[in-house]
Nanobody
Framework: VQLQASGGGLVQPGGSLRLSCAAS????????IGWFRQAPGKGREGVSC?????????YYADSVKGRFTISADAANNTMYLQMDSLKPEDTGVYSC???????????????????????WGQGTLVTVSS
């Protein structure tokens, strides 16, 4: 399994970025997938996730709700995180991840648990600054 994340960079407050995470070795639509971030000096937190299988549900951290949108493209086996209205506090290393267990545990309707996720991308740096 490989996850290749891209799309990070430097953006001014109020700007947008779209992160991508291309997967190989796993069919994304069957598994819970998530985006996590680690701000400077802080621990890793779950930003957003989508549950796998037929009954897809999404979760967003309160800090990003209404500004970030998670999605997955089955044809390209790629997951995305569209980030709009970015704030300086969104700065951090963003990582994509897959929970290899049956759907539901990785994206249970609440914050995704990093320990549920088995496969991780390398992380991409997002810096929001003027």
């Amino acid at each position: 399994v490989q996850l290749q994340a891209s799309g990070g960079g430097l953006v001014q407050p109020g700007g947008s970025l779209r992160l991508s995470c291309a997967a190989s070795g796993f069919t994304l639509e069957y598994y819970d997938i998530g985006w996590f971030r680690q701000a400077p000096g802080k621990g890793r937190e779950g930003v957003s996730c989508i549950s796998g299988g037929a009954g897809k549900s999404t979760y967003y951290a309160d800090s990003v709700k209404g500004r970030f949108t998670i999605s997955a493209d089955a044809a390209n086996n790629t997951m995305y995180l569209q980030m709009d209205s970015l704030k300086p506090e969104d700065t951090g290393v963003y990582s994509c991840a897959i929970d290899g267990s049956p759907p539901g545990y990785g994206c249970p309707g609440g914050p995704p648990d990093i320990y549920e996720y088995d496969y991780w991308g390398q992380g991409t740096l997002v810096t929001v600054s003027s």
